[in-house]
């Protein structure tokens, strides 16, 4: 799938950036142009990308300070500018846009969306987001920044495509170093995921087409993806069970949206050098899926890759039911009520639970 990527905000420019380099090293070609945006001039400055200052003339390129109103007010001042600077990149050889941001903060969480409703109105093409959900530890400031933004990206976007800080999270690692752990998984996954279909070398009727992932985002709503891999025998007859238990392990403890297991549609990726890739094993591990998404749409195919290892890359379209989707929602409206009342101290006085004194 061919794609023009666009990073808003700090953790939306990083993860454009890796998903850039990935595409790069790995000789795929699936991402056509990339764009970071962010209103602070600084994290744009540490960026090998193309980028747009926004919000200038009202922060002074020192960013909205978690202000997601203020992120939304900035891009849609300089929605203008956004769309030049996108005209020419995105041609028509792309097959899908795609909006990065970290949906916590103030750029990317307020900003992100009115973009995309800016792109919705001018190109035909499906946007899909891809968003990341702030872990639980972090402040409610953040999760109620995340379930404002989420709302309004599932309805601007095609489809949401989730990834929560706390799914690859290994214990001991510093805030940074587990950025750029999550950053780099993402990368891989999110980046394989677009250069299926791209790349390939021997086109079979198995091979998976870039035009499956459209499919399997087709139901719209929050989207999931989940990766696992494993050295494989030169015999694919070998392979059955490396094929069906990367599967599992993908959607059971390797999914960017743990436990998101209830899924409208999915596509089973089988990636790997195509002598290795057991028809059966392939046809095992769909039929695991269908029975562990309750999908009657799981669709399949292979992606041939140089490589000892076989890997599985799991799409889920419409998870937005799951528990883990209803946990985060909670979360997020918990920290709004806690916003609200830290931001208006005032609000407790008019509280009438509690009596005047004459
Ligand atoms: N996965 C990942 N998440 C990040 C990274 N950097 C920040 N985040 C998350 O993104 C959210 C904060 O968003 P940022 O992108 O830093 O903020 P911003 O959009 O630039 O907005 P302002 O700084 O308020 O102008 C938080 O929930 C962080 O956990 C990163 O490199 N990787």
Known sequence: MKVVLIGVGQAGGKLTQRLVEFDANMDFNAVQGALAINSAKTDLQSLDLDTVLVGQDRVKG??????????????????????????????????????????????GSGGAPVLIHELQRIYEIPVYALGVLPGQGEGAMYQANAGRSLKTVIREADATLLIDNDAWHETGQSVGEAFENINQQIAQRVGLLLASGEAVEGVGESV?????????????????????????????????NTVTSNTRQAVLSNLSMPK????????????????????????????WLEGETGSLQVRGGDFPLDSERLASLVLLGGVERSPRMQEFMERAKEANKQETREEDPAEMFHNDEIDDLF
């Not at 909205?64 to 203020?70: C, I, Q, S, T, Y």
């Not at 087409?209 to 025998?233: C, F, H, P, Q």
């Open 260 to 287: 998101a297991t209830d899924a409208d549609s999915a596509l089973l990726v089988v990636a790997g050098d195509a002598d290795r890739i057991p028809r059966k094993g392939v046809e095992k591990a769909r039929r």
């Open 208 to 240: 998976v087409d870039s035009s499956e992932v459209i499919n399997t985002l087709r139901s719209g709503g929050v989207a999931a993806l989940g990766y696992a891999s494993a050295g494989a025998s030169e015999d694919s007859g070998e392979n059955i």
């Open 62 to 107: 020192h960013g909205v300070g978690g202000d997601n109103e203020l992120g939304a007010e900035v891009m849609q001042d300089d929605a203008g500018e956004v769309m030049n600077a996108l005209d020419g990149r995105i041609t028509a050889r792309a097959d899908a846009l795609f909006v990065v941001a970290g949906l916590g903060g103030g750029t």
